[in-house]
Structures are given as C-alpha cells and as structure tokens.
C-alpha cells in the first residue's frame, strides 16, 4: 500500500499510523458519541491521538458528507497543534474538495490551516493501473436490459444452496428495501437502494457481510440526482478497497453515461477507472 510504503520512509511504525479516509472519519465519529457532553471533544480525540502517534497518514483524503465537513478541518488543525505530522493524499486539490456541499464555505475555512500548514504536491503518473485491463475483457451479457426474473435464475444457479431471504435488508439497526439477499450474496436497485439514505457505515458493514452484490435498474443521472451518484461512488470506493465482487446488470444503458452532470465530475472519473476494473475478470480473480 501507499501508505506503507511512504511511513516506511518517513517514520518509526510504533510512532506513526495510516488510516483510509473513511476508516479515519468512522473513527471520528465514533469517538464524538463516546465524548457527549465533554467540552471540545474534538481536541480530546486529537490530544488522544497525537500522543500515541507522532505521524498521522491519511490516504485517499475526500470529503463529501456534510457531517465529516464540519468536523475534519478542525480535528486536522487540533492534531497539527498537539505535534504530529500530517501526510494526506487526495485525487483533488484542497480547493476542490467538498465541492458544491452544503456549508462549503464553513468547511473551506476550517481547512485553511491545513492549507497553510501543509506542503501540497501534484503526484502525475504514467500509467492508470486501474484501468489497464479494460480491453482485456468485456461481458457481452451487459449489452441488453436484463429482466428480473433473468438475474433471480442467474443468481439461483450459483447460490442454490442457499436460502434466498426477503427484500428488506437489516443493517447497523437501520432496515432498506432491496431485490433480495442470502448470507452470501446482496441484490439491489441502483435507482432505488442508492436513493435511500443509505452512508459508508452502511457500506461497510455490506462489504463485511456479503461475498456478491448484484446491482441493477442503472438509470442516466445528472446533477438533479447528484445524491445517488454521491452514494453509489462511496459504495464503489469502499467495495473496491474491500475487494468485494460486485456483478453489474447495465442493461442498454453505457456504464460512462451512467452521470453526465459536474459538480461530482473529479469524484465521478475516479469511479469510472474503478468500476471499470470491477468488471474484468482479473479483479474478480483476485478478489
């Protein structure tokens, strides 16, 4: 991993830690419903954290939640004070994050000490790794609209020997509607299941619980539908940095045309390279 290799270089591993993005805003949280009622919980979180590691690494750096805006600036700029160093990595310029979210005004000017305090260096590669094997491999299945009835006998074929349980999925306390599940596998809508108030933690546990998920009932979105495209794009990093294998039922509608507004555009294209490499038969190989 990235990461490993740049604390490797940079620093002594009992003093350091790397974190995902989204493992390190969980982390967050979780400590913010623990320190209820405390005074400046956040200072807390981060005198915690800076006491044990002197080195704090933060890769794939991306804020599109609300809730994260609100709280990531600060918590950076008390971890900062307390002494460590902060290595972060990112696919956008500090200017560029979070944006057209809500508050971004808030959140811009909490990150101004990051900005202040931070070398930032524009990395440029060669080669985009993930998308090196998009002409090795094409599912010709994707080039027709699949009927319901077609997917259920396609995912009875190779789940047979499990029970197919009902269309609500139970998570974190919380339940959603899908196509249907089993304890291996998880069917749902693009157009419905990313339209509910789905998140990461949710995501997560997903990755965590199911072997497969199946995904159907693409539709063209723009920035009118912009939430969905936001939480199927969290969906898509936390599956592939989980190796989940995920089966995509396109139907006539091209993957690339999937979003055609702006404001995700530089989340959006770093999706596009990742659900691309989802679909090769080299990652479900490897996963």
């Known amino acids: 991993m990235l990461s490993e290799a740049i604390l490797k270089n940079i620093g002594d591993g009992k003093s350091s830690i790397s974190f995902h993005y989204i493992d390190f805003m969980y982390m967050a949280h979780s400590e913010l419903s623990k320190l209820v009622g ?5 200072n807390i ?29 600060n918590l ?8 460590s160093q902060l290595f972060l990595t990112s696919n956008a310029h500090p200017d560029d994050l979070y944006k057209d979210g809500l508050q971004r005004q808030k959140f811009m000017k909490s990150m101004a000490i990051i900005k202040d305090s931070l070398n930032i260096y524009e990395l440029k590669g060669l080669v985009d790794y993930r ?4 002409f090795k491999y094409t599912d010709n299945s994707n080039s027709s609209p699949h009927k319901d009835e077609d997917i259920l006998k396609f995912i009875k ?12 999925l139970e998570i974190n306390s919380r339940k959603f509607r899908c196509k249907s599940s089993s304890e291996d596998f998880l069917w749902v809508s693009f157009s419905d299941f990313f339209n509910q108030s789905t998140g ?3 995501f997560i546990e997903i990755s965590k619980n199911f072997e497969w998920v199946f995904i159907n009932d693409f539709v063209e979105c723009n920035d009118n539908n912009a939430d969905i495209v936001r939480r199927f794009i969290s969906f898509i990093d936390i599956s592939y940095r989980e190796n989940t294998k995920v089966k995509f039922f396109f139907g006539n509608i091209d993957h690339l045309n999937i979003y055609k507004g702006t404001k995700l555009k530089i989340l959006w294209d770093r999706c596009l390279s990742r659900l691309t490499e989802m679909q090769t038969i080299e990652y479900l ?3």
């Open 38 to 42: 405390n005074k400046d919980p956040l």
């Open 45 to 73: 979180i981060a005198k915690s954290l800076s006491n044990k590691h002197k080195i704090i690494f933060i890769d794939e750096f991306q804020v599109e939640d609300v809730a994260d805006a609100m709280i990531i600036g």
């Open 76 to 83: 950076l700029s008390q971890i900062l004070k307390n002494g």
């Open 131 to 134: 998308a090196r094997n998009i």
């Open 157 to 168: 074929s190779n789940f047979s020997s499990h029970e197919i349980t009902s269309n609500i």
């Open 200 to 202: 990461s933690k949710d």
């Open 285 to 287: 190989n490897n996963t």
